[in-house]
């Protein structure tokens, strides 16, 4: 067997280098009748006999390689492989039946279809996957400051999930699991049509924290109460005694240092310097003056026994 293709216009040769200083262009025709259609559903095949070839080494056999070329001064670097159609690119794992009704129906730049715990599409990188939506323009300097493994950008939701187990998921082992922030708006909304909005379970189950004067929780209602505490059950309790709860007295600058643009319906707890707490509720609006605060008045104490 001769040597492969030195330039451009000598024949292929199959196990051998062929080289060529100008592009090669493969074209499928029909035939010669209008009515012979082209008979198969591709124009080239690259394939191992039955699927199986031994090496030396304990690797697979890839059935096509494609490189691009590097970057070097003047030159950006090329593309490994660029493909148009339908899809630009179809991939299956071994053991996945090919769904020619999917690939049809989904038309995407990628279409990966893996198996189960074998991933459809996976990537590695710094992000591993980026995904911008229509119209949302390019930003590298964020893309760069993020190491996350899934970036997703739009004009609209940059991600969102859907799933008959959760719609998105997030697990983390000494860090937060899901972190939401805005500027102006809610950092995390939760929203149901009939359930709960967000549910919290750990301990605490829910934390919430104000920078500054801001309220650690914010609760609101249309039309019931904003906050519902479950009673837990207990025993029997004693009947009530008439009982006269003492109060810190408040006027003349002697009561807490409470915030002056508190807002009407705002419940706060303080500690003194021994660690007997107190509470305190805001009946009003600032208005010509400062908001205006009222100690919710308690009953006597005593030792938990639970």
């Given at each position: 067997?001769?040597?492969?293709?030195?330039?451009?216009?000598?024949?292929?040769?199959?196990?051998?280098?062929?080289?060529?200083?100008?592009?090669?262009?493969?074209?499928?025709?029909?035939?010669?009748?209008?009515?012979?259609?082209?008979?198969?559903?591709?124009?080239?095949?690259?394939?191992?006999?039955?699927?199986?070839?031994?090496?030396?080494?304990?690797?697979?056999?890839?059935?096509?390689?494609?490189?691009?070329?590097?970057?070097?001064?003047?030159?950006?670097?090329?593309?490994?492989?660029?493909?148009?159609?339908?899809?630009?690119?179809?991939?299956?794992?071994?053991?996945?039946?090919?769904?020619?009704a999917q690939e049809?129906?989904?038309?995407?730049?990628?279409?990966?279809?893996?198996?189960?715990?074998?991933?459809?599409?996976?990537?590695?990188?710094?992000?591993?996957?980026?995904?911008?939506?229509?119209?949302?323009?390019?930003?590298?300097?964020?893309?760069?400051?993020?190491?996350?493994?899934?970036?997703?950008?739009?004009?609209?939701?940059?991600?969102?999930?859907?799933?008959?187990?959760?719609?998105?998921?997030?697990?983390?082992?000494?860090?937060?699991?899901?972190?939401?922030?805005?500027?102006?708006?809610?950092?995390?909304?939760?929203?149901?049509?009939?359930?709960?909005?967000?549910?919290?379970?750990?301990?605490?189950?829910?934390?919430?924290?104000?920078?500054?004067?801001?309220?650690?929780?914010?609760?609101?209602?249309?039309?019931?109460?904003?906050?519902?505490?479950?009673?837990?059950?207990?025993?029997?309790?004693?009947?009530?005694?008439?009982?006269?709860?003492?109060?810190?007295?408040?006027?003349?600058?002697?009561?807490?240092?409470?915030?002056?643009?508190?807002?009407?319906?705002?419940?706060?707890?303080?500690?003194?310097?021994s660690g007997t707490?107190?509470?305190?509720?805001?009946?009003?609006?600032?208005?010509?003056g400062p908001a205006?605060?009222?100690?919710?008045?308690?009953?006597?104490?005593?030792?938990?026994?639970?």
């Open positions: 067997m001769g040597s492969g293709a030195d330039n451009a216009g000598d024949d292929m040769v199959v196990g051998r280098t062929n080289e060529s200083e100008e592009r090669t262009i493969l074209v499928a025709k029909g035939g010669g009748d209008a009515l012979d259609g082209y008979g198969e559903d591709f124009v080239l095949r690259v394939a191992i006999e039955n699927d199986k070839v031994l090496r030396d080494a304990s690797e697979g056999v890839d059935a096509l390689h494609a490189k691009g070329t590097i970057a070097f001064p003047g030159q950006p670097a090329g593309n490994g492989m660029v493909a148009t159609g339908a899809n630009g690119v179809v991939g299956y794992v071994h053991g996945a039946p090919r769904d020619k049809q129906q989904v038309q995407a730049g990628v279409l990966g279809a893996g198996g189960t715990a074998l991933p459809g599409v996976f990537g590695r990188g710094t992000p591993g996957v980026l995904g911008y939506g229509q119209g949302a323009a390019r930003d590298a300097a964020w893309e760069a400051a993020d190491p996350s493994a899934v970036l997703g950008r739009a004009v609209g939701i940059g991600v969102r999930g859907k799933g008959d187990d959760g719609g998105v998921r997030g697990e983390s082992e000494n860090s937060f699991g899901v972190e939401g922030k805005s500027t102006l708006a809610p950092g995390v909304r939760g929203q149901s049509a009939l359930g709960i909005g967000v549910l919290g379970e750990g301990s605490p189950g829910v934390s919430g924290l104000g920078p500054g004067s801001a309220n650690g929780g914010h609760f609101e209602s249309e039309a019931g109460a904003q906050l519902r505490l479950l009673p837990r059950r207990s025993d029997a309790l004693n009947p009530p005694l008439p009982m006269t709860p003492n109060a810190i007295p408040v006027e003349r600058g002697q009561g807490p240092e409470l915030p002056r643009n508190g807002r009407a319906g705002e419940l706060t707890a303080l500690q003194d310097p707490c107190t509470l305190w509720f805001c009946v009003s609006d600032p208005g010509e205006r605060w009222a100690q919710v008045l308690l009953g006597s104490t005593f030792d938990g026994r639970a």
